[in-house]
């Protein structure tokens, strides 16, 4: 069983997280989540979902000032951890080892013991401070994916743009879904062949 640690950050883009729970409350992950109190006003802001519904999705939640949790220590197993959506103080705080809090503190231990982390980092336009914290992470083994969705499977709403990021980030895990059609798939096929550009 794939034990997994999901932190939601206040960046604007909460149902990432949310969606990613609720695929993996369907499966045979054990999820960890961690809540920032940015992120819990992001919740209520962005979406219907209450605090209490989504906490439930995940196996084990934590107080986001529980420094002393299990998951604060590196003799915990877990096979890593994605923070989505990122915000740019929590990847300012990452980069830097600033372990204000149990996310921050959480993704240093992934870090430390060489554990996958995905950074879902959700700002836009980009300066050379943020880029050069991304670079720097980067340089520790660290995953930035931020929420850009492709459009080469013919999105038709929301949710399928949603799907496609919160499925790419179960690829790099190897965790099996169908949340979009892949490059190469019979559906995908048939688009290019009726648009004439199969070959």
Same mark, same amino acid.
Do not use: Q
């Given at each position: 069983?794939?034990?997994i640690i999901v932190g939601?950050?206040?960046?604007?883009? $909460? @149902?990432?997280? @949310?969606?990613? &729970?609720?695929?993996?409350?369907?499966? *045979?992950?054990e999820t960890h989540l961690?809540?920032?109190?940015? !992120? /819990?006003?992001?919740?209520? =802001?962005?979406? #219907?979902?209450?605090?209490?519904?989504?906490?439930?999705?995940?196996?084990?939640?934590?107080? @986001?000032?529980?420094?002393?949790?299990?998951? !604060?220590? +590196?003799?915990?197993?877990?096979? +890593?951890m994605v923070v989505m959506?990122?915000?740019?103080?929590?990847?300012? $705080?990452?980069? *830097?080892?600033?372990?204000?809090?149990?996310?921050?503190?959480?993704?240093?231990?992934?870090?430390?013991?060489?554990?996958?982390?995905?950074?879902?980092?959700? /700002?836009? %336009?980009?300066?050379?401070?943020? &880029? *050069?914290? =991304? =670079?720097?992470? !980067? #340089?520790?083994?660290?995953?930035?994916?931020?929420? @850009? %969705? $492709?459009?080469?499977?013919? %999105?038709?709403? =929301?949710?399928?743009?949603?799907?496609?990021?919160?499925?790419?980030?179960?690829?790099?895990?190897?965790?099996?879904?169908?949340?979009?059609?892949?490059?190469?798939? $019979?559906?995908?096929?048939?688009?290019?062949?009726?648009?004439?550009?199969?070959?």
């Amino acid at each position: 069983m794939k034990r997994i640690i999901v932190g939601i950050s206040g960046a604007t883009g $909460a @149902i990432y997280g @949310i969606r990613l &729970l609720e695929v993996l409350s369907k499966s *045979n992950v054990e999820t960890h989540l961690i809540i920032t109190e940015a !992120a /819990e006003r992001t919740i209520r =802001m962005e979406t #219907d979902w209450s605090i209490e519904k989504v906490k439930s999705l995940a196996k084990v939640v934590y107080d @986001i000032k529980d420094v002393g949790a299990d998951i !604060a220590s +590196g003799s915990f197993h877990t096979d +890593g951890m994605v923070v989505m959506p990122c915000s740019i103080k929590s990847l300012s $705080a990452i980069a *830097n080892s600033f372990n204000v809090n149990l996310l921050i503190r959480a993704a240093d231990v992934t870090i430390k013991e060489r554990r996958k982390l995905v950074l879902a980092v959700r /700002e836009t %336009p980009l300066h050379k401070g943020h &880029l *050069n914290l =991304m =670079m720097n992470l !980067a #340089d520790l083994g660290v995953i930035i994916l931020p929420p @850009i %969705p $492709a459009f080469y499977f013919h %999105p038709k709403t =929301m949710d399928d743009l949603i799907n496609h990021t919160v499925g790419k980030v179960l690829d790099l895990f190897h965790i099996e879904h169908d949340l979009f059609a892949r490059w190469g798939s $019979a559906g995908i096929k048939k688009t290019l062949r009726k648009k004439g550009l199969n070959h």
